[in-house]
């Protein structure tokens, strides 16, 4: 029989690769997409117009995380096999200014979910996406068992998330996990994410189009890995015997300088000249060094990254200068990284 998968966020860069991947492995795959004035749907594109696209099954339901009746029929109307809770307001310089709302969506949101799923008195497997920041000011390697310190909205946002997620597990028997997902980029990130603001403006830089690129904290260290492995770990999180919480992560530390030198350097020219400080990026209360330590899940999983930091910045530099190419040429662009 063919596997179900609900996917919330389905739109945004996960979902996308998520859903791709749940395709090929044969399942029908069920996306909550926001009721909105214009199509944001464009992630999903390489999907709806793949020629060999006879044998996928691909659906879309309007809905949203704050409507818990709505996602109670969804959940009985499809009786997903899994569900991938992938919908948040995600960004963390805008958790700042919109914490109320951030708290919402990315925190209760998940509960809420997880009421739905008990409500509907349906057995499915639920994954929710826990984030790096829940560790903050806590010293890195970060694993499974390092204790949480969020410095941001969005960061307590998640501990909350996390938090119902593993009491949901407990309480219920729920078959319901947490994973803790180091930053993972791609051409798919959205502009406005500070890899993806990068590698756009080197593009431009170089087309003459933008004259500099402005930055806040350069210092700050991260794990970044490419998305499309990292929703693979998500699969494999929900076919594991048991639920438990992973850390996905790379394992390597690379200082925001340094993923900026290498996007200016794969395009031949010298950051120096192009990145100007502006402190209206910068974070109230920042995270210093995020690294992952992903031992269990190469241990309990399989799950081993590939793509490391230098191979990323050059996907995403060539994948924008090409975007940009086509948009002056008046080809129509498809992101299939």
């Known amino acids: 029989?063919?596997?179900?998968?609900?996917?919330?966020?389905?739109?945004?860069?996960?979902?996308?690769?998520?859903?791709?991947?749940?395709?090929?492995?044969?399942?029908?795959?069920?996306?909550?997409?926001?009721?909105?004035?214009?199509?944001?749907?464009?992630?999903?594109?390489?999907?709806?117009?793949?020629?060999?696209?006879?044998?996928?099954?691909?659906?879309?339901?309007?809905?949203?995380?704050?409507?818990?009746?709505?996602?109670?029929?969804?959940?009985?109307?499809?009786?997903?096999?899994?569900?991938?809770?992938?919908?948040?307001?995600?960004?963390?310089?805008?958790?700042?200014?919109?914490?109320?709302?951030?708290?919402?969506?990315?925190?209760?949101?998940a509960m809420r979910l997880l009421e739905a799923i008990r409500s509907a008195g349906v057995e499915t497997k639920i994954y929710q996406a826990s984030s790096s920041e829940m560790f903050g000011a806590t010293p890195p390697p970060q694993a499974e068992d390092t204790p949480f310190y969020p410095r941001s909205p969005y960061g307590v946002a998640k501990v909350y998330a996390y938090w119902a997620t593993k009491n949901y597990r407990e309480a219920y028997g729920m078959f319901a996990v947490n994973g803790i997902l180091f930053n993972h980029e791609s051409p798919r990130r959205g502009e406005t994410f500070v890899t993806r603001k990068v590698t756009r403006a080197v593009a431009r830089i170089k087309a003459g189009l933008q004259p500099a690129l402005h930055m806040g904290n350069l210092d700050a260290v991260r794990d970044w890995g490419y998305a499309p492995e990292y929703v693979e770990g998500m699969w494999r999180m929900l076919q594991h015997d048991t639920p438990q919480d992973f850390v996905l992560a790379t394992g390597t530390a690379y200082s925001v300088k340094d993923f900026v030198r290498m996007a200016f350097e794969h395009a031949d020219l010298e950051w120096e000249k192009y990145v100007k400080h502006d402190e209206r990026y910068e974070r109230p209360t920042e995270v210093d060094a995020l690294i992952g330590d992903a031992s269990k899940a190469e241990r309990e999983l399989g799950w081993v990254p590939k793509v490391l930091p230098p191979d990323l910045v050059k996907i995403m530099v060539d994948a924008d200068i090409q975007q940009l190419d086509d948009e002056r040429s008046g080809r129509k662009v498809r992101i299939d990284h």
Not at 37 to 52: A, G, V, W
Not at 58 to 67: A, E, K, Q, R, V
Not at 104 to 109: F, L, N, P
């Open 1 to 109: 029989m063919t596997k179900k998968a609900l996917i919330t966020g389905i739109t945004g860069q996960d979902g996308s690769y998520l859903a791709e991947l749940l395709l090929e492995k044969g399942y029908d795959v069920h996306g909550i997409v926001r009721r909105s004035s214009s199509f944001n749907t464009e992630r999903l594109d390489p999907i709806f117009q793949d020629p060999h696209d006879s044998d996928r099954h691909l659906f879309l339901h309007y809905g949203d995380l704050n409507d818990g009746v709505n996602l109670i029929n969804l959940i009985r109307e499809i009786n997903p096999d899994e569900v991938y809770n992938l919908g948040a307001q995600s960004h963390v310089r805008v958790s700042f200014d919109q914490p109320v709302f951030t708290g919402d969506v990315t925190g209760i949101a």
